[in-house]
């Protein structure tokens, strides 16, 4: 397969020098992929909850208790693409349901949906570029009414949708209809607005007169005595620096307020106040506290206008807040957070009762932080061991700034964990940290958990102490084995998955096993490493052929036998890692080498013409992968550096010509990567790898293993020039 024209190849413009492969690739990743923070948005509380694949509950039949046989609900929201794209979808089905994307049916339930409501249907729909608007249609029968909606590839792509009506853009979630007899076609024809429309639509997000009475914090948090809210915001001023702003101000139960962490006015009850507080040019801290102390309770609190600007803007950027006030609380005597503890985004604040967060001036809306970046702060395996290998390569070319970048994204998951586990129980599903937060399988935690522990050894991070702790925990007590001790999956996303064993899954335990044993200082973690790679040999391993077998399935009891490449790849690639830090005198170090050694000697003759191994090993016509071959060569050259190898001379000719290869087929001159197979399920049949596995432009499975490889080619090429 030819990707492109061998004039646009990174060979042409570096030839044989590997750091420069591994720059443009770097450089390009870390390009397209820049360190943008997470997206803070409200959500309603009064509208949709969510289950742990991330798909929203949409139950009427408790929203709405008259609701009538016949009548009909829709649910409105909007959902943004980076790019036409189509997507997979999943529904549940309590009713009858239509669903429309951007004007277009693309789903209509019939009558065995609609009687299986735990069935999760699942469809795929079309993406514009841009916004993409979504009207359900839920019809009442005497069966309910309602479904649950949502992404159909939770672990990669857990979709956040956006109301769909100008007046509530940017917030989180999903707004729906009181019940009305207009069926789809109609509503369509009308137009779908929030104001003036043929339908209301709720969560209501006003408040009642009532309640603007008794003060802001009161409709927020009841007025309870004694207990204190905080409100903040930030003043920017463009006047000169410490000149006079005039503050009018009014309360109703205690206020002290602080300007960049100074007090600046206190009392202990009600009353109105005049303040001159000297600002500093651009954004100025404003901090409300308050207790409570009667019946009403609120405050509020204005510039007066001087010969320069002075503006309220809210503290950090909130898609969908009308205001620029947040508001916490309310808190216990003793625990109230101070005013530079309010600034730390991360922190679930203890209120006495389950922790709270920051909140809004309008009806249950409360401020959640969402991950809307492609992959950047994201946590999932493959891009584990990509950022595996940018840290592996910051280090081999003393880039500090690829190291820092690494560590950057792992710790945005890592500081944000406590919170998305009290995300995630507060709304049903976390709006980060997805896969971490709900860790229910290998892939979910010991790729990434490695490169975690690896980025340690550069310094401490927020959070991650917790997450290894977390991740050991899971791996050694919870996750699923088989009575010899061997690391397999029971569940599954769909019933043929379950019941079986992944050579995949080395690479999701052993190197966090090993890494942990030594963060940790316990040796049985680096035991159970060893004692894994042994037990997938004794079902997975094809000795006639000296390859393995992709998967074992207990349903039927037996291996595919199928040599898929890249699962090949993840054992050999992870038995070198284990053997770079195996103890020299460790009781299996000896049947491992050995082990190693037949493996090595297996995948030598498998090596293709172009020095690239294929997606089926010993499929000449299937296509020449990039990620097997990456992972080949990078195991090689770690055995030829650490005379692992009997006879090294034919694997240092199989790294070289495989990392030529390389350069001169998969990677163009701009740093993509072309050939990298896609995530894959399994089968019995090698044209399913060969025929339905298709490669993947700059996937992520693919450019960390390859930067690895460069960088161990690299020592080679040291090595022999000694």
Known sequence: MTYFDPNESVFKKCNHNVEG?????????????????????????????????????????????????????????????????????????????????????????????????????????????????????????????????????????????????????????????????????????????????????????????????????????????????????????????????????????????????????????????????????????????????????????????????????????????????????????????????????????????????????????????????????????????????????????????????VRRHVEQSTSFDEYSLWDGKQYGAAGVNNQLAFIDSLDDCGSFGATMLAALEYGKMEGAEKVAARIADYITRVQDRLPSGALYRVRGSVDFMKDTLWCDDLYMSVPFLYRYSAYSQDASYMDDAAKQILLYKDYLYMPDQQIMSHIYDFKTDRPTLIPWGRGNGWVLFSLAELLGALPEKHEKREALIAFYRELCAGYLRLQGVNGLWHQVLTDSASYEETSCTSMFVYAFAKGIQNGWLLEPEAYVQAVMKGWEGLTKINIDKLGNIYGVCRGSGYSFSGRYYKDELPWLLNDTHGIGIVMLAGVEVMNVQQRMRR
């Open 21 to 405: 492969v591994l720059q443009t690739i770097a450089q390009r990743y870390m390009g397209a992929n820049p360190a943008h923070p997470f997206v803070y948005r409200l959500f309603c509380k009064d509208s949709f909850t969510r289950i742990h694949d991330y798909r929203y509950v949409m139950d009427f039949q408790d929203k709405f208790e008259d609701l009538r046989i016949g009548e009909f609900v829709y649910a409105w929201a909007k959902l943004w693409s980076d790019q036409p794209v189509e997507l997979n979808f999943g529904i549940s089905c309590y009713s009858p349901v239509h669903i429309y994307v951007n004007g277009t049916r693309v789903f209509a339930s019939n009558i065995s949906d609609e009687m299986a409501p735990e069935r999760k249907n699942g469809f795929r729909a079309q993406m514009n570029k841009g916004w993409n608007e979504f009207v359900l249609q839920f019809e009442k029968t005497a069966n309910g009414c309602g479904g649950v909606f949502g992404t159909g590839s939770y672990k990669n792509f857990p979709l956040h949708f956006i109301c769909g009506a100008p007046e509530r853009d940017g917030q989180e979630g999903w707004m729906y209809s009181e019940p009305t007899r207009l069926d789809a076609q109609q509503l369509l024809a009308e137009g779908l607005r929030e104001t003036e429309g043929p339908v209301r639509w709720l969560p209501n997000l006003s408040w009642s007169e009532e309640a603007q009475q008794g003060g802001v914090f009161k409709r927020l948090f009841s007025a309870e005595s004694g207990r204190t809210a905080i409100a903040w915001t930030k003043a920017h001023s463009r006047g000169p620096e410490g000149q006079p702003s005039r503050w009018l101000g009014k309360h109703d139960g205690s206020l002290t307020l602080y300007v960049n962490g100074k007090e600046v006015y206190s009392a202990q009850d009600s009353g109105e106040f005049q303040v001159d507080i000297p600002l500093s040019f651009g954004d100025n801290e404003i901090v409300v506290r308050s207790t409570c102390t009667r019946s009403e309770w609120g405050f509020s609190l204005q510039p007066v206008e001087v010969d320069h600007a002075v503006s309220l803007i809210p503290p950090f950027p909130v898609e969908g807040l009308r205001d620029h006030w947040l508001y916490l609380g309310s808190f216990e005597e003793g625990s109230v957070p101070e005013p530079e503890e309010i600034q730390l985004l991360n922190q679930v604040h203890d209120d006495g009762r389950g922790g709270t967060y920051w909140r809004c001036d309008m009806p249950n809306a409360w401020v959640r932080p969402y991950l809307e970046n492609t992959l950047y702060a994201k946590w999932n395996y493959p891009l584990g061991v990509t950022l595996y290998g940018l840290m592996q390569t910051g280090a081999a070319l003393r880039r500090q700034d690829y190291i820092d970048y």
